[in-house]
């Protein structure tokens, strides 16, 4: 998935704003037992668990309606005078409340 979001960014110069314009199927399609679904955000990769993995990964009485693990690329400045790039990834966590999707999805 990476890989198809780099090759994105070197054919076009700016990262693919979703799935389908990474040429990656749609994020529900893509899952599994323990993945609900995976989805592109402006390059950003959002990999979203199941509901019911999250009682195992939330501290007791914290409250989220979903578990996310985001990859975001970093393209570093390069000097004009050179094509070459590298996208690094770094990866976090985070829970989304029931509030902060509801607004995600209220921007689409």
Same mark, same amino acid.
């Given at each position: 998935?990476?890989?198809?979001?780099?090759? %994105? %960014? @070197?054919?076009?110069?700016? /990262?693919? @704003?979703?799935? /389908?314009? @990474? *040429? =990656?199927?749609?994020? !529900?399609? $893509?899952?599994?037992? %323990?993945?609900?679904?995976?989805?592109? !955000?402006?390059?950003? +990769?959002? $990999?979203? %668990?199941?509901?019911?993995?999250?009682?195992?990964?939330?501290?007791?009485?914290?409250?989220?309606?979903? =578990? +996310?693990?985001? /990859?975001?690329?970093?393209?570093?400045?390069?000097?004009?005078?050179?094509?070459?790039?590298?996208?690094?990834? +770094?990866? *976090?966590?985070?829970?989304?409340?029931?509030? @902060?999707?509801?607004?995600?999805?209220?921007?689409?």
């Amino acid at each position: 998935m990476t890989k198809s979001i780099t090759e %994105y %960014y @070197a054919w076009h110069g700016y /990262l693919p @704003a979703n799935n /389908l314009a @990474a *040429g =990656l199927a749609k994020a !529900e399609h $893509i899952a599994g037992n %323990y993945v609900q679904r995976i989805e592109v !955000e402006q390059g950003a +990769v959002h $990999i979203v %668990y199941r509901d019911e993995l999250m009682s195992g990964w939330l501290e007791e009485g914290q409250q989220a309606d979903k =578990l +996310v693990l985001s /990859l975001r690329p970093v393209i570093p400045r390069q000097p004009q005078e050179t094509e070459s790039f590298a996208i690094s990834w +770094v990866c *976090g966590n985070a829970t989304l409340t029931k509030t @902060a999707m509801q607004d995600k999805n209220a921007g689409r």
